[in-house]
């Protein structure tokens, strides 16, 4: 064992870790023979530092047999509110899709405070305007929790590639008392494509519902 990479992917290693708990981002910093340097963490501060680090040694060692010395393991950490908003404020509690033949049928159940709210929307089901109905559909739900008649119109849903990451971009607009407020939302895409539509689409409003 040693902390060569050779021929593993380190993009691959590095969304691994990220899906640890309490790991927001991660980046490997390499030297010309492929070992590894420098290992950066982002953390939510939810674990301590010591605790991530041996998080991410054992799953190096186990997974995918490389042995870090912890001294190469750098951890800064953000305050959980400026990143897991969808866990503080709205929470995902179910997605699911049907198709048939040419419809697509999407339901998105949320809840907030233990509070539940539910909404299916039904579309052509071509990939793009399943992306749109996603989106709308998760803006109904939150629809629904705003007390001040706020409504959101849903102006773009893109899938972009930014360095070796894939990201789901949404752009939102909130309509209240006749002004619009443009916002926008974004999420790694990792293993769940729908779900990182609804992820992102609540990262664009959950920051203004919860005010």
Request: proline content about 1%; hydrophobic content about 35%; glycine content about 4%.
């Amino acid at each position: 064992m040693g902390d060569q990479i050779l021929e593993k992917d380190f993009n691959e290693i590095e969304e691994t870790i990220e899906k640890l708990d309490s790991i927001i981002a991660c980046k490997f910093v390499m030297n010309e023979e492929k070992y590894i340097e420098e290992i950066h963490i982002i953390s939510n501060g939810k674990k301590s530092t010591k605790q991530i680090s041996r998080d991410i040694q054992s799953i190096l060692i186990a997974r995918y047999d490389l042995d870090i010395d912890y001294k190469k393991i750098s951890i800064a950490e953000i305050p959980d509110h400026g990143f897991k908003t969808i866990e503080s404020r709205l929470e995902i509690e179910k997605i699911s899709q049907e198709n048939h033949g040419s419809l697509a049928t999407i339901n998105i159940g949320l809840s907030k405070n233990g509070l539940s709210m539910e909404n299916t929307a039904e579309g052509v089901n071509t990939p793009k305007n399943v992306e749109r109905i996603i989106a709308e559909t998760t803006l109904k739900c939150v629809e629904d929790t705003c007390k001040d008649g706020t409504t959101f119109a849903l102006e773009d849903v893109q899938a972009v590639q930014l360095s070796s990451r894939k990201v789901i971009i949404v752009i939102i607009m909130a309509l209240l008392n006749g002004e619009a407020k443009p916002m926008s939302g974004s999420c790694i895409i990792r293993d769940n494509y729908t779900e990182s539509i609804v992820k992102a689409s609540l990262d664009a409003i959950n920051r203004y519902i919860s005010k």
